[in-house]
C-alpha cells in the first residue's frame, strides 16, 4: 500500500524534528516512529533534503522548473534544426517531403512549416 506524498517543506521539517528527539537523547528508530515515518523513509529523504533549510528548497523547486523550460526549448530548437537541414538552406519542398524526410507523421507538422494544401486547383 502506498503512502502519502509529503511536500519538501514538511519533510525538511519532519528531519529537524528528528534531529531535535535525537538530540535530546532518543534513538533514530523511535524518533522516526515518533513523527510517523519508516527508517528507510527517513535515510531516504535526509540524503536527498538533508541539510536544506526552506529559502534553498524554494530555490531548488525554482531551478528544476526552469531546467524544464530551457530543456523543452533545446528541444524544439534541435527539431527545427533538423528539419532545415534536411531540407537544405535554401529548398523549398513540400510538407510531405519533409516530413518523410525526418520520419515524421504529417499531423505533427512542427512549427513554421506552412499548413498542407488540400485542393490542387484552389
Not at 509529503?6 to 534513538?27: C, H, N, S, T, Y
Amino acid at each position: 500500500m502506498a503512502g502519502k506524498r509529503g511536500k519538501p517543506e514538511d519533510i525538511v521539517l519532519k528531519l529537524r524534528q528528528v534531529d531535535v528527539l535525537q538530540g535530546q537523547g532518543m534513538a533514530i528508530s523511535d524518533a522516526v516512529r515518533q513523527i510517523g515515518i519508516t527508517e528507510p523513509t527517513y535515510y531516504r529523504w535526509r540524503k536527498q533534503y538533508g541539510g536544506m533549510n526552506r529559502d534553498q528548497l524554494k530555490r531548488l523547486k525554482e531551478l528544476e522548473t526552469e531546467n524544464q523550460r530551457l530543456r523543452r526549448a533545446v528541444s524544439d530548437l534541435t527539431l527545427d534544426s533538423e528539419a532545415q537541414a534536411a531540407i537544405g538552406p535554401r529548398t523549398m519542398a513540400s510538407e510531405r517531403r519533409a516530413c518523410r524526410t525526418l520520419g515524421q507523421h504529417r499531423s505533427t507538422r512542427a512549427a513554421g512549416f506552412p499548413a498542407a494544401h488540400r485542393t490542387r486547383n484552389g
